[in-house]
T-cell receptor
Framework: ETGVTQSPTHLIKTRGQQVTLRCSSQ?????VSWYQQALGQGPQFIFQ???????GRGNFPPRFSGLQFPNYSSELNVNALELDDSALYLCASSPGGLGADTQYFGPGTRLTVL | AQSVSQHNHHVILSEAASLELGCNYSYGGTVNLFWYVQYPGQHLQLLLKYFSGDPLVKGIKGFEAEFIKSKFSFNLRKPSVQWSDTAEYFCAVKANSGYALNFGKGTSLLVTP
């Protein structure tokens, strides 16, 4: 059984640029959630995708957007990058549908915005 | 809005000492409760979870946690820690009908030989 994978591992961007992060869910999981973890903080929920639709969103601006594909993999897009966007971005997959319970995390993508 | 509070940000213990990490949350409805661990250089892993039933739940690697509904608490315990337990520990709460895991700020545990 393959766990959650994310790419790339590390990324450096400059302010104002756009970035796309990718996530492959664990086998058999159809729900994907994205989190932002700033240094020294716990992860903060960005949004969740189920059946290719966003079905829950945290307190993040619209420049954070996502997609889920028919194979349940997902992308997180961030436009107009700001310095405060520097963080570890975590993807988590879960087996259920809406409000799916246990989430399993990938290794994360470390984004640095200069 | 939900919030999760972890009382200890940094804990240092000697091997074989007992561990208790506090976690309190604020939410009036039914919740699912989790403890995750992040070992150095590794990703977040699930230690244990509580959905319903027996409020004392057992997880991997000898960890357990007790849900006390009246105190809105879900404290993590281990009777005897090992050097390999050195890690960051996160408490997380999800409303039973919700989507998001709400995490505490984490507790950094260092176990010395």
């Amino acid at each position: 059984e393959t766990g959650v994978t994310q790419s790339p591992t590390h990324l450096i961007k400059t302010r104002g640029q756009q970035v796309t992060l990718r996530c492959s869910s664990q086998s058999g999981h159809n729900t994907v959630s994205w989190y932002q973890q700033a240094l020294g903080q716990g992860p903060q929920f960005i949004f969740q995708y189920y059946r290719e639709e966003e079905n829950g969103r945290g307190n993040f601006p619209p420049r954070f957007s996502g997609l889920q594909f028919p194979n349940y993999s997902s992308e997180l897009n961030v436009n107009a990058l700001e310095l405060d966007d520097s963080a570890l971005y975590l993807c988590a997959s879960s087996p259920g549908g809406l409000g799916a319970d246990t989430q399993y995390f990938g290794p994360g993508t470390r984004l640095t915005v200069l | 809005a939900q919030s999760v509070s972890q009382h200890n940000h940094h804990v240092i213990l000697s091997e074989a000492a007992s561990l208790e990490l506090g976690c309190n949350y604020s939410y009036g409805g039914t919740v699912n409760l989790f403890w995750y661990v992040q070992y150095p250089g590794q990703h977040l892993q699930l230690l244990l979870k509580y959905f319903s039933g027996d409020p004392l739940v057992k997880g991997i690697k000898g960890f357990e946690a007790e849900f006390i509904k009246s105190k809105f608490s879900f404290n993590l315990r281990k009777p005897s820690v090992q050097w390999s337990d050195t890690a960051e520990y996160f408490c997380a709460v999800k409303a039973n009908s919700g989507y998001a895991l709400n995490f505490g700020k984490g507790t950094s545990l260092l176990v010395t030989p």
